[in-house]
């Protein structure tokens, strides 16, 4: 009989929390490789060999950048086959703000269950300022459960996702007031991701109440460059945490040495409300200039 109970009680603890694994990364100009499109033989050995990648790290929710539009991650997805993706969301942001044909360097989320909800919204600058890109979001199923009770009550079950990409670092030539202005757009898209997230569990999903942030952030505290930036900062006072809190600087490279370009922790997973689960690690892929970064997350009842 105690054999029996005890039994019981250690199926019960095996069930008492679900894995997910996520993965963020930044393609490149995806599928092309640059700003100028490639051929389509180029563009699918590309497209088979990011197809690889991802298929060897078997995540539940790959959280993109830079990719070309809907069309190629419906490529991606089909090329993981027999695993089965669906693409939850891919924004459609102009190049510029001032542009309306949509530009090359998309943010997405692809995902094994479908998603309950997926939009995507620019970010919204201050007077006299424009941030480029945006975010996507999408809510999704946080646990296995069976369908009926997914349909019957989908909010207690889901996890807010958002897929970023903030501004980047570049600056031609020595600007001093350029670089400044860039660090102020990533803060300024923090600062609205992080009333976003707020606005979703108090009024627009209000059960929702875990949330992964993930993508490129294009900021380093590790860079004396950088230095005072508040992006990070701003997204910790919001309650979201670093995956890879506590790593060492070299576990935590997403952006290897390049050129003139340093060593770079550029790519984040942040999370709230999960529990996390083993080390995040980075994936060495010569795919893009940017290493896949994976994490893992218990889900708690």
């Known amino acids: 009989m105690r054999t029996f109970l005890l039994l019981i009680l250690c199926a019960a603890g095996l069930q008492a929390a679900d894995t997910i694994r996520v993965v963020t990364w930044n393609l490149a100009w995806f599928p092309s490789g640059s700003p100028r499109r490639a051929s389509p033989e180029v563009e699918e050995r590309r497209v088979q060999a990011a197809a690889a990648v991802l298929k060897s790290i078997d995540a539940d929710l790959i959280f993109l950048q830079e990719m070309r539009d809907w069309e190629t991650c419906e490529r991606l997805a089909r090329a993981m086959a027999p695993a089965r993706y669906e693409v939850a969301v891919c924004s459609a942001f102009p190049q510029t703000p001032r542009q309306r044909q949509p530009g090359r360097q998309q943010v997405a989320l ?46 207690l079950k889901l996890l807010g996702c958002y897929s970023l990409h903030l501004k980047s670092n570049l600056v031609r030539g020595k600007d001093p007031e350029k670089a400044a202005e860039n660090i102020l757009k990533r803060e300024l898209s923090a600062r609205q991701l992080v009333t976003h997230r707020h606005d979703i569990e108090g009024r627009i999903l209000p059960a929702v109440k875990r949330f992964l942030v993930a993508g490129d952030f294009n900021t380093d505290d590790g860079n004396s460059e950088l230095a005072g930036e508040q992006t990070l900062e701003t997204f910790a006072k919001g309650g979201l945490k670093d995956s890879t809190e506590g790593l060492p600087r070299s576990e935590r490279i997403t952006h290897p040495k390049r050129g003139h370009y340093k060593d770079a922790v550029f790519d984040y997973v942040l999370y709230c409300g999960l529990k996390p689960k083993g080390k995040p690690r980075t994936v060495r892929s010569t795919v893009s200039d940017h290493w896949p970064l994976v994490a893992e997350f218990e889900v708690e009842k």
């Open 110 to 155: 692809l995902t094994k269950k479908s998603a309950h909800a997926a939009w995507s919204e620019p970010w919204k600058g201050d007077a006299g300022t424009s941030l480029p890109r945006g975010f996507a979001f999408a809510a999704v199923p946080s646990r296995e459960s069976p369908a009926s009770a997914e349909t019957s009550n989908p909010a």
